[in-house]
């Protein structure tokens, strides 16, 4: 098994280009999420989805779309891209993500460079 | 306002004796909390689960503590190695809008085992 893979590794982007972060798993898990992470911010929550076709919001869902329509995809969209975007950004996966009852697997993140 | 709190500080410690991290939590008595290992420029690894009812969790060498009365969890790590330098995370699921939960990391503390 791959686990959680995220590509691009890294981009570049100017204010206003939009861009999706792609983020795939290949464990049949019904719960994926995204996080940014920011010096001293920790890991903050941005989307989230409990199985295919339902997403709902995390801490800080601003600025960026998500769909769900396999189990095994989770993009994270950004419609115009600002630089308090500039982050690294996490996908994440687990079985069923009943309140952290299981093990979250990381994704290796996408750092984003919004100039 | 921040909801779990961890050292901010890193951690430095001599290879062979035990390092301890703290993480504190505010206002809340969650069901769960989970440890994760973050290495830099690579997502979060899983560590440890521990339950609202267990007092103490262990794996090789690695124990964790959780005192839902101070609401606190202790991280200990003994026989530290310089393998073991890393950031530490914890993490609890704080409840959300219509009645789910949203899992909610601590910024982390660096931990620094010297030869």
């Known amino acids: 098994n791959a686990g959680v893979t995220q590509t691009p590794k890294f981009q570049v982007l100017k204010t206003g280009q939009s861009m999706t972060l792609q983020c795939a798993q290949d464990?049949?898990?019904?719960?994926m999420s995204w996080y940014r992470q920011d010096p001293g911010m920790g890991l903050r929550l941005i989307h989230y989805?409990?199985?295919?076709?339902?997403?709902d919001q995390g801490e800080v869902p601003n600025g960026y779309n998500v769909s769900r329509s396999t189990t095994e995809d989770f993009p994270l969209r950004l419609l115009s891209a600002a630089p308090s975007q500039t982050s690294v950004y996490f996908c994440?996966?687990?079985?069923?993500?009943?309140?952290?009852?299981?093990?979250?697997?990381f994704g290796p993140g996408t750092r984003l460079l919004v100039l | 306002s921040q909801k779990i709190e961890q050292n901010s500080e890193a951690l430095n410690i001599q290879e062979g004796k035990t390092a301890t991290l703290t993480c504190n939590y505010t206002?809340?008595?969650?069901?769960?909390l989970q440890w994760y290992r973050q290495d830099p420029g690579r997502g979060p690894v899983f560590l440890l689960l521990i339950r609202e009812n267990e007092k103490e969790k262990r794996k090789e060498r690695l124990k964790v503590t959780f005192d839902t009365t101070l609401k606190q969890s202790l991280f200990h790590i003994t026989a530290s190695q310089p393998a073991d330098s890393a950031t530490y995370l914890c993490a609890l699921p704080f409840p959300a809008s219509g009645g789910s939960y949203i899992p909610t990391f601590g910024r982390g503390t660096s931990l620094i085992v010297h030869p």
């Open positions: 994440a996966s687990s079985y069923s993500g009943q309140g952290l009852r299981e093990t979250q697997y």
């Open positions: 206002n809340y008595s969650p069901a769960y």
């Open positions: 989805s409990v199985g295919a076709g339902i997403t």
């Open positions: 464990m049949n898990h019904e719960y």
